[in-house]
């Protein structure tokens, strides 16, 4: 699971000095390497040093392919682009408002991570307007001179996109993908609020796999070199997760009591299938905890009733 293809080059952030957490993917092109998102700003010196070793500097840089807003994926890029003006920078429309003006991203993160926001995400600037191309899924891109396809892939967020590198047939999945990490076996979903809507998100696994892609990239960690069960294995993670979420949901008690049961859930999902690292520990390291995983899930069934 762990080959790189050729022209596709993974760059570990570090992020909060761990490995394997967060991944930007460098392709070059013709006209200047190629970014698919880049990270938070938290992580430049890390970014830096992994264009460095590739034999890049900032300036090279032609486009940022943005799978999602989320700051752990997107958020240095207006940092990048008002350090190098020729740069575009690619999201969908949903997103895009808020790459143009930050401030309902950054006060939505502020109540999730409180005073970790500047440890976590570093400084979040705006993209300039001309630096922006807006995408609705179904484009063919060529940053550069190399050849994408974009396809429209929510669940996890409502401004997903997914990128396929013809050159590779490596398609580049953001969180649509699930997580996954080399010293860990499993492919697990991650659910925060306020976006998930699992019919969405198993279309989206449908709609990737349509490309018949040779490999994914996921941004929290690394390639997968078997595309159908990889997605296979997120498919049932999730199907499993939202209905525990949804039995908690009709368990008596407080919703702390609910929560608390969910994450127990998820606790005894992984031990059945691997003796690695605790959930706790696994899923913060990209990101929200279990906690989230409940909070985005539970959204979701309060929106339909349940």
Sequence with gaps: MNSRPTDVELIDLHHLDELDSIAPYLLPTPGGPVVVDPGPASTLPAFRAGLERAGYGEQDLTGLLITHIHLDHSGSAGVLAGRVPHLKVYVHSKGAPHLLDPGKLIGSAERLYGDRMHLLWGEIRPVPADQLVVLEGGETLDPGGRRFEVRYTPGHAWHHVSYLDRKTMTAFVGDTGGVRRPSFPLVLPVTPPPDIDLEAWLASIDRIL?????????????????????????????????????????????????????????????????????????????????????????????????
């Design 210 to 306: 349509e490309w018949h892609p040779a490999r994914l990239a996921v941004s929290h960690f690394g390639i997968a070199d078997r595309p159908d069960e990889h997605m296979a294995a997120l498919r049932n993670g999730l199907i499993e997760w939202a209905g525990y979420a949804k039995e908690a949901l009709a368990l008596p008690g407080t919703d702390a009591d609910r929560r608390n049961a969910f994450v127990e859930r998820l606790r005894a999902w992984v031990q059945a299938r691997t003796s690695g690292p605790d959930i706790d520990q696994y899923l913060t390291g990209s990101g929200p905890g279990p906690d989230a995983c409940w909070t985005g899930l539970a959204r979701y069934w309060r929106q339909r009733g349940a």
